[in-house]
């Protein structure tokens, strides 16, 4: 490389390359992704020996993998697979989440809607929940029927309908009213949306079974052709029946590969 010229390595992302040669790319991969030739990528290995020594590492860590899955294969392996399915929500589910449809988060909320002053007054201090539709009247501790009070505005509504009380009550103010009928709004299309989604459908785990995979006869004879030679090599004696069945499942493959081999024209 010419000298003054500045080197594309120092731009090359280090924990990208790692990632990738564990996953199992290849050199002239990995050159092609960063843009340079193959050379290249290989002087820098030369010129830069720690990036050598580490993408060494990271292909241990990929071939690694591969041989533990093909020794899982060879003896065989259990898994859990898990089947989720959509299922429709059922009303049940429902009944349970309104007992719990207030939570802390909808009322802090609704305290910075109303800038933590009270929603009929405007005035500032230590806020109560007010039902806008009273318990008595059928209103529930809900998102959607809460709004921060004082202690004074409270007292002075009682149990009364807001549309009743409000217009009379000397806090009376437009502003605040249209404040206060937007938040009710955006409340109810909120809900909407939340019973729209809960009547859909929801995510459930309807299965779980362990499976017992069955050893695979290809891995077993890549395995003992490779680690036991000796024993496991194509040219052998065969003098029993068990054997015979190996040797015509080398046979067989032998061909299979020999065809995929095969130039096409
Ligand atoms: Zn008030």
């Known amino acids: 490389m010419p000298a003054g010229r500045p080197s594309k390595y120092n731009g090359v992302d280090l924990k990208q390359v790692q990632m990738l040669a564990e996953q199992g790319w290849t050199d002239a991969q990995m050159a092609k992704f960063f843009g340079v030739c193959e050379d290249t990528w290989h ?7 720690k990036f050598s020594e580490s993408l060494r590492d990271w ?16 003896i065989g392996y259990t898994c859990k697979e898990t089947v989720k399915e ?5 009303g049940l589910n429902r009944n349970r989440e309104s007992e719990i449809s207030y939570t802390t988060d909808d009322w802090l909320n609704a305290l910075e809607f109303f800038d933590n002053r009270c929603a009929y007054c405007g005035n500032s201090g230590k806020m109560t929940k007010d039902h806008v539709v009273p318990l008595s009247k059928g209103g529930k501790l809900e998102f959607g029927n809460v709004v921060p009070c004082c202690q004074s505005c409270n007292s002075r509504k009682k149990d009364r ?11 009376y103010d437009k502003e605040r009213e249209a404040k206060l009928k937007q938040y009710l709004s955006d409340c109810e299309q909120i809900k909407e949306h939340d019973d729209n989604d809960s009547k859909k ?4 785990v309807t299965k779980e079974i362990t499976k017992k995979m069955a050893p695979n006869t290809t891995a077993c004879i890549f395995w003992l052709k490779n680690r036991k030679k000796e024993e496991w090599r194509d040219r052998h004696e065969f003098n029993h029946s068990g054997n015979v069945a190996i040797e015509n499942v080398l046979a067989s493959g032998r061909n299979r590969s020999k065809n995929r081999d095969k130039p096409e024209d």
């Open 43 to 49: 002087e820098w290995k030369k010129v830069h020996p």
């Open 161 to 171: 309908d807001l549309s009743f009380w409000y217009e009379q009550d000397a806090s």
């Open 86 to 90: 959509l299922i429709a929500a059922n």
């Open 59 to 74: 292909k241990v860590a990929a071939d690694f993998r591969v041989e533990r899955s093909l020794y899982e294969s060879a």
């Open 201 to 204: 459908s929801c995510l459930v």
